[in-house]
């Protein structure tokens, strides 16, 4: 769909052209373009700042139908996430008109100061992750995604980068795989349902499935995870990915939350908090997707994915406030609050993980806390790790994929506040404060000696309105993330 090309906009047809251009400095070098932004900065009504945009039809010495000159602002505001969100709004208004394709009229690296690679990635991400439409449950859409989107640019660039483009279009794909997982209502994803869900997506792939059931999870004692699913009729179940390409020597473990919906269980959530938790399997989504990405981008390291999948219910048969449980790893817990179900299916998907895998790290993904998201807002995910190395691999992953992480604190004293006066532990603080800490803090006992990351990313994993390259809901956050990092480990 996404596709490199050069044109002659004087001799071939081109029906869509988006132009970006600076208000500061011209960014491209082509003369037909060249002519075309000329033309719109003699206009009064185009400056060229950000969201800018004038629209030149058929204009003469071209074979171009439509050109639009769209403003990025001034030239230091032109970074990778600029050329992301134009790409991504331009995409999304191509697809409102009903348009079949378009061509995004690529920046001279030089003019903008950035790596070529940079830029084709970028507006390639944008526009890629753009062309998605949850449409399956709306029986009347009548928009559809484009068919291609091509960058357009010199023959020297075509030649010089003939790979990128499908490794960007498999990595969005990715994301747009768990943005579909996110937004599927939680009656068609009960926790089988989506793990058959996960299977299918990468039959195609080279990846070894296991799906333990609630007989396994019994038999094996998984007592805190069987615990969260206890309240719901809808089995449970802990569903391993493997990615084990030849040659490889190191292990990497991803262990991601999967609770289909979070109604909090006995301690029910208040009216406003439950209609965006069917997201709360965002974190197994991610993981899953970012599997099935792997098996096709290949790299050489062994990737075990771990999705611990239950539906957390109030019923006569859920967990009490006050039950003290099992978990895998032998210690008790008592259950403070059956609303902190995430970190007890994370600590038996981990310890099983652990003990199974013997992975070199271990990284779990999860829509954890909402004091993550008091914390940090809506846009950027918390990462905990005692392995400072680990935690600036993963920042630093996220500054190039924009999905963002800031790192909290682990304070040793902090985990005064999960002593419970009956069992080993309890699920919650003994207060509300640093919740997104605490919880962190619950995860990483069962971590033992293996470098651990937390990623809470309850906040960036799903908004309610769309933005320039997400539509109204899941984001996908995550894939692009842990595949950027696992390649670098
Ligand atoms: N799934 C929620 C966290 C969440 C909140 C995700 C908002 C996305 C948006 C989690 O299971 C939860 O309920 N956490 C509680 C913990 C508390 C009971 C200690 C919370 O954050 O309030
Ligand atoms: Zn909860
Ligand atoms: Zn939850």
Redesign the pocket.
Known sequence: MLQLKSVDLKKETVETLIIPVCEDKEIHQEKTIEALVKKAQALEEFKGSAKDGVTFYSPAGTKVTRATILGLGKLEKVDPEALRSMAGEAVKDAIKKGFAQVYIAVPTAKSVGLEMALILEALGEGAVLSNHLFSRYKKDEKLKPLKKIFLLTDAATVKGHSKSCTRIETICRGTLLAREWVNIPPNDKPPMQFAKAITLAAAKQNLKITVLDEKALKQKKFGAMLAVAAGSRNKPCLMVMEYRPRGAKKTIALVGKG?TF?S?GI?L?PSG?LD??K??MSGAAAVAATLITLAKLKPKINVVGLLPIVENMPSGTAARPGDIVQSYAGKTIEIG?T????RLILIDAIAYAIKTYKPETLIDLA?????C?VALGEKIAGIFSFDDKLAETIIASGKKTYERCWRLPLPEDYKEELKSDFADLKN??ST?WG?AIT?ALFIGGFAENTPWAHIDI?GP??RKKESAYSGAGATGFGVRLLCDMIEKL
């Not at 829509?367 to 004091?371: D, E, P, S, W």
């Open positions: 609770v979070d909090g301690n959530k908090s965006t938790m997201s709360d609050n609303d902190a179900e995430g829509t954890l806390t909402g004091a998201i919650i603080g509300r919740g919880a309850a994993s799903y």
